[in-house]
């Protein structure tokens, strides 16, 4: 079983590169703006990590004995919680698509980008 504990100068070494791991993230992110499909690849890639981190290393990484298991739930209660990757639910998708669409000013009535198309002179001699 890994110890839990680490001492300071690898928790500080850690939450730098977490931070530059976090920045990188955000501006590819920023980078794939305006894009759905690049922005949901993004997520999809975030929550395979997430998933396999915690049940492959975390979970080998849970304490063993009574004070490190202490240790761990004190620091999940102080620093924040649970880490959680939360799904958008497809209502939420859809309202926001809505809203989004309702927001977006209306073309006055009979007004259509489309021309108008003027129709065909019928003529007898295409009917034969």
Same mark, same amino acid.
């Given at each position: *079983?890994? %110890?839990?504990? #680490? /001492?300071?100068?690898?928790? =500080?070494?850690?939450? &730098?590169?977490?931070?530059? +791991?976090?920045?990188? #993230?955000?501006?590819?992110? /920023?980078?794939?703006?305006?894009?759905?499909?690049? #922005?949901?690849?993004? $997520?999809?890639?975030? =929550? @395979?990590? @997430?998933? =396999? +981190?915690? =049940? /492959?290393?975390?979970?080998?990484?849970?304490?063993?004995?009574?004070?490190?298991?202490?240790?761990?739930?004190?620091? #999940?209660? &102080?620093?924040?919680?649970?880490?959680? +990757?939360?799904? *958008?639910?497809?209502?939420? $998708?859809?309202?926001?698509?809505?809203? %989004?669409? &309702?927001?977006?000013?209306? *073309?006055? &009535?009979? /007004?259509?980008?489309?021309?108008?198309?003027?129709?065909?002179?019928?003529?007898?001699?295409?009917?034969?």
């Amino acid at each position: *079983m890994v %110890s839990t504990m #680490i /001492n300071n100068l690898d928790l =500080e070494q850690l939450h &730098e590169k977490l931070q530059a +791991i976090t920045a990188d #993230i955000d501006s590819l992110a /920023n980078s794939h703006q305006g894009s759905s499909l690049a #922005i949901l690849a993004l $997520l999809r890639a975030l =929550e @395979h990590s @997430h998933r =396999e +981190i915690r =049940e /492959n290393l975390f979970q080998e990484a849970l304490p063993d004995n009574r004070q490190e298991l202490y240790a761990l739930v004190k620091d #999940i209660e &102080e620093s924040g919680g649970w880490p959680y +990757i939360e799904r *958008m639910r497809l209502r939420s $998708l859809l309202e926001n698509w809505s809203n %989004s669409f &309702e927001s977006q000013p209306r *073309m006055p &009535e009979g /007004n259509t980008d489309f021309p108008k198309l003027k129709k065909p002179k019928s003529d007898s001699s295409d009917l034969v």
